[in-house]
């Protein structure tokens, strides 16, 4: 069954902790963003044995990401995302940490239409195979964990041979909120997904572990 992190998508770090604090025994992670990273270190306190997913998707000069990895490092941090457009200089830099956290690529955003594969990335979306293929083999050259990736795309990571060993992270989870290629948590289970990312449908919900448990329910009728 695919592990569940739920994503703290809050400004107020006193909201993230009280969610973090009511769900700790019923999921396999949280998540933080850009908004309350520094405040991870708190959060820590109810991942134990638990995935810490700190999701900044840096994309910056060599030294600069390799400084804020290891203050993300230094707060307990068990996951982080890496633009996979950075040069291979920072590639070069971040190799180091592969034995103390799970570094993630990230290359292609759930919010993206295809139309944007184009106009940022410049690949045709028929090219969407080589696309991933040319980011996932970057990304293991460097020995890091995994990608980010739209369930929709598991179709075309998943077959290939050259990303057996590769963990899949899925956000977008039953939200289509700022979402275009977002799925259900069945269908990405069903999929091949290893980590399911999911914010407001728990968050939001009236009875948060319902939600969950509801979620993991609908895996295991899959």
Known sequence: MSKIIVALDY???LDALEMAAKLR???DG???NHTLWSQSVYIKDYTEGKELFVDCKLWDTPNTVKQVVQKIVDKGATMTTICTHNNEAVFE???QFSNQIKLLGVA???SWSGSDLLNILHYLPKGVETMWRDNIERVQKYNFAGMVCSPADLAIIRPEEYTKDLITVC???GSNKGQVRSVTAREAYNMGADYLVIGRTITESDDPI???EQIRESMSCS
Do not use: Q, R, S
């Open 11 to 13: 400004t107020n770090p």
């Open 25 to 27: 025994h019923h999921v």
């Open 30 to 32: 949280f998540k933080t």
């Open 93 to 95: 830099e971040l190799e």
């Open 108 to 110: 292609y955003l759930t």
């Open 171 to 173: 956000p977008g989870i």
């Open 210 to 212: 319902k939600a969950i």
